[in-house]
């Protein structure tokens, strides 16, 4: 079970000890100490900036010096979930990587994979003698996944490259040059604390077994959504047996399609019976409308020891309303580009916070940014309608494809004659930083790719072996054909010019001046 034994194997030996560090987001302490041990102990020039991103640089190997310098890049946190059954502290205890026949997951958590392997690739480049490249930057940002904070933060004097490969993409075989934007929308009600009511039975209504997943990369794929089954459920109890609410807590993360949800509420004795039978229908209902996509599917309804308060009517009423009502899922697919989804939204997560709150969490993507401003005011016009108040983040653009790139023909040649067939070129509808990025270094040309990995941001998540391998040849051969730098090609160019400006007089000067 030992990563060592597969291969790259310098790749997954760093993601070995990668896996070992804690780096939940916006807690990236320890893994930024490990990166800049790691830069010091391999005489690395290194640099870390205000928000923590890490810049480690390699000189050129011996007969690449004239080419000009690129950038890799790779976020440092991981995406934090777990089964239910699973308990790990992501503060303190390491993942554990398995083998499992073609694949490498971890056990009962998230891998982190997303983006491990795309900064395992760095320090194996950064570290190996034996490969060839130009001049070597390696970023590594912070809090990719709940807010893109090191990708905002960055200066733009960070580093120097005007070439960089984003090295978090999950489909070998697939360049990308060009993502969705993205905004939040986060809607909260208060609501008042009332004492439970005579002859009412306490239950428990839990929602497990979807597969989650990447709530852009994954938005089109009819996988289920842990809170819209535990609302529907609800609703239905709500209107046939006066079933009242005592709370709701689903989902975890906003750029993660929610796997698990859970409700307490009681009702009435008298509503027993019927509630159950209610409830034996609802699940095979359920579980036969998503039999394709979630065949693991488990719903629960148990007796359960009583809570300590419900919540208002009112509120109550308002809130599996608007959960009922608004959307999840794709808006638009595009028009230009075939299977490529436009805007989306993703109902995320509700959650009872302190001082009586309620707090939902959605976010909407967007290849298109009027598309994403629509998608966003259509989800808070919902929770307004229900009197919610509601608010906004500060989003992050989208990165528009550039199909004339330099670095995309690179690749693309290296990819055609590395593996025989042509890669898929695409945009891609999830949010990289690649969009930040070039707003603050407008001349940057810019390529996505990574190995094959599924289930990301669920404890599902799993990285394909063999595409591990052609990642990492794919990156090599690209880095021996990234272009000269422009003060070499000018030097070239000046010199063919004044070469010629000496042969034409001499041609002239033979027509002139002919031997005897």
């Not at 694949?103 to 690739?121: C, F, H, P, Q, S």
């Not at 609501?191 to 009412?200: A, F, I, R």
């Not at 940014?369 to 983040?393: C, P, Q, W, Y």
Request: with cysteine; net charge neutral; glycine share 6%.
């Amino acid at each position: 079970n030992k990563l060592t034994n597969l291969e790259p194997k310098l790749v997954w030996s760093y993601f070995e000890e990668i896996c070992q560090v804690p780096r939940p987001s916006k807690k990236e302490e320890k893994i930024i100490k490990f990166l800049v041990d790691f830069a010091k102990k391999h005489n690395l020039k290194h640099d870390v900036d205000k928000a923590g991103n890490v810049l480690i640089s390699k000189p050129a190997t011996k007969g690449y010096e004239d080419l000009e310098t690129v950038v890799l890049q790779s976020h440092m946190d991981m995406v934090c979930e777990a089964n239910k059954d699973k308990k790990h502290n992501f503060d303190k205890d390491p993942i554990e990587p398995v083998i499992d026949g073609e694949w490498v997951k971890a056990n009962g958590t998230t891998l982190g994979a997303d983006d491990g392997i795309g900064m395992a690739a760095q320090m194996a480049v950064l570290t190996d003698e034996n490969i060839e490249h130009g001049p070597i930057e390696c970023l590594f940002t912070v809090d990719e996944e709940t807010g893109l904070t090191g990708a905002f933060a960055l200066e733009s004097n960070f580093f120097k490259a005007n070439y960089l490969i984003n090295l978090d993409s999950e489909d070998e075989g697939e360049l990308f040059i060009g993502c969705a934007g993205g905004i939040d929308t986060v809607a909260t009600m208060n609501y008042k604390k009332k004492g439970l009511k005579k002859n009412h039975t306490p239950y428990t209504f839990n929602v497990t077994g979807l597969n989650g997943g990447h709530s852009g990369d994954e938005i089109h794929k009819g996988l289920g959504n842990s809170v819209k089954i535990a609302t529907r459920f609800f609703l239905g109890a709500q209107n046939k047996f006066k079933a009242r609410l005592a709370s709701f807590d689903g989902g975890n993360l906003r750029n993660a399609i929610p796997r698990e949800s859970s409700l307490v509420f009681t009702v009435d004795e008298k509503y027993v019976k019927d509630l159950e039978k209610y409830f034996a229908k609802f699940e095979a209902e359920v579980k036969n409308e998503l039999k394709t996509t979630e065949p693991k599917l488990n719903v629960a309804l148990v007796k359960d020891q009583k809570p300590t308060f419900l919540v208002d009517k009112k509120t109550q009423r308002k809130l599996i309303n608007a959960l009922q009502g608004v959307r999840h899922g794709v808006f638009e697919m595009s028009r230009d580009i075939e299977g490529l989804v436009e805007t989306s939204t993703n109902l995320a997560s509700v959650k009872m916070k302190e001082n009586n709150i309620i707090e939902i969490v959605t976010s909407q993507r967007s290849s298109v940014d009027s598309a994403i401003n629509d998608a966003k005011e259509s989800i808070a016009s919902v929770f307004r309608l229900a009197g919610a108040n509601v608010r906004h983040t500060d989003g992050y653009p989208g990165w528009q494809p550039n199909t004339d790139s330099d670095i995309l023909k690179i690749t693309k040649t290296s990819y055609k004659k590395l593996f025989k067939q042509e890669p898929i070129v695409r945009a891609i509808h999830a949010g990289l930083e690649c969009g930040l990025f070039l707003e603050k270094y407008p001349h940057l040309d810019m390529i996505s790719y990574g190995p094959t990995i599924k289930g990301a941001h669920s404890p599902d998540e799993r990285i394909n072996i063999e595409t591990t391998q052609k990642f990492w040849d794919l990156l090599l051969d690209t880095l021996t054909k990234i272009p000269k730098k422009k003060q070499q090609q000018i030097h070239v160019k000046t010199s063919q010019h004044l070469l010629r400006s000496f042969i034409i007089p001499l041609e002239y000067a033979c027509r002139i001046f002919p031997q005897p």
